[in-house]
């Protein structure tokens, strides 16, 4: 096999199966895999969640994680914060010829590596190869399915009065460290983005038997995106910047460049709205869960008009508006 994609190898020939029984199968191969036919026929549940996205993140390599890394994490994650076990992903490829063929290696070992570690099985996928110049590289289609169970149902995913809102980590890292390493800013050390399934962490807080009223990954638009989504008419959600977990080198990032850690892109972490009356022991669960020590009760929600503020270090209160245009693109 050649060093760099070729448009044959997008054809269904020869090249095709080369890639396919070179890169991806070492990589990828299971039992589902093995028939290599256009559908995987897999175990399910009475009940399934369903998800899919599409990855064109520039660069394709960053401090923390990858386009590969990257792909499995969100589309598990997606799964996850619904309340169902993540089972099954598909990867679908869309290559440029003259890609580096050592790359696209390296690529497909670390969404074999997230996969493992996210507890999921990859069953089946498509490559497409085109011209140079049409997709920056590689462009990445995942899709995820994940069971229900009757001791796992759906979370309901609304918010509730007197609601405690907690987060599961240090918010802001993927989208900063994307911007860092897009526009070459030297810190040292780098910052490394937050890339990582959620799986743990979801599976502590429903294995301690506290109810979910809601519960989100808050990716693109950030922690403010995912709150205007939950607010409803009839109640305000009310933020304390203070308990805000924000790592200090992306911190002092954000202040350098005027951004909002509010707004910026996470990729390993959730947002839950837990009912007060075991939102510490929800707390406890996390803190007890490797990746959540960080966690932290951010906020509450109340009686109001579909509002959202933060109240500041000075005692002042802060609007937190709905995010408009894109702070940062291709962050995912």
Not at 19 to 35: S, T
Not at 179 to 187: K, S
Not at 231 to 243: G, N, Q, S
């Amino acid at each position: 096999m050649n060093g760099k994609i070729t448009l044959a190898q997008g054809s269904g020939g020869k090249a095709y199966r080369e890639l396919i029984q070179k890169v991806f199968l070492p990589a990828f191969f299971n039992e589902y895999l093995r028939p290599l036919t256009d559908s995987a026929v897999c175990d399910g549940g009475e009940r399934i969640a369903f998800t899919t996205d599409s990855y064109v993140i520039k660069p394709l390599f960053f401090p923390g994680g990858d386009i590969g890394r990257l792909c499995v994490c969100g589309t598990v994650n997606d799964l996850a914060v619904s309340g169902a076990i993540p089972k099954y992903i598909s990867v679908g490829m869309i290559i440029e010829a003259g890609f580096e063929v050592k790359t696209l290696v390296r690529i497909a070992n670390s969404i074999a590596k997230a996969a493992e570690e996210a507890g999921v099985i990859i069953v089946t996928g498509d490559t497409k190869v085109v011209e140079g110049g049409s997709a920056d590289g590689i462009f990445i289609n995942t899709a995820g399915v994940g069971v229900f169970t009757k001791e796992r149902p759906p979370v309901e995913q609304k918010v509730k009065l007197k609601d405690k809102i907690i987060i599961s980590g240090y918010m802001a890292s993927h989208g900063m460290a994307i911007m860092a390493a897009r526009m070459d800013m030297e810190f040292k050390p780098p910052i490394e983005s937050d890339v990582a399934p959620i799986i743990s962490l979801v599976d502590s807080v429903i294995k301690s038997g506290c109810k979910i009223n809601a519960m989100r990954d808050p990716t693109r638009g950030g922690v403010a995106a995912t709150l205007h989504e939950w607010i409803t008419p009839d109640i305000d959600i009310v933020i304390y910047d203070e308990a805000l977990p924000v790592r200090p080198d992306v911190a002092a990032a954000c202040e350098i460049l005027g951004m909002d850690p509010l707004y910026i892109a996470n990729e390993g972490i959730m947002l839950l709205s837990i009912p007060e009356c075991c939102a510490d022991l929800a707390l406890k669960s996390l803190h007890s869960t490797p990746g959540g020590e960080n966690a932290a009760i951010i906020g509450e929600v109340i009686n109001g008009s579909g509002n959202i503020y933060s109240i500041t270090e000075y005692g002042t209160k802060r609007r937190i508006i709905v995010p408009e245009g894109e702070l940062l693109p291709r962050i995912c």
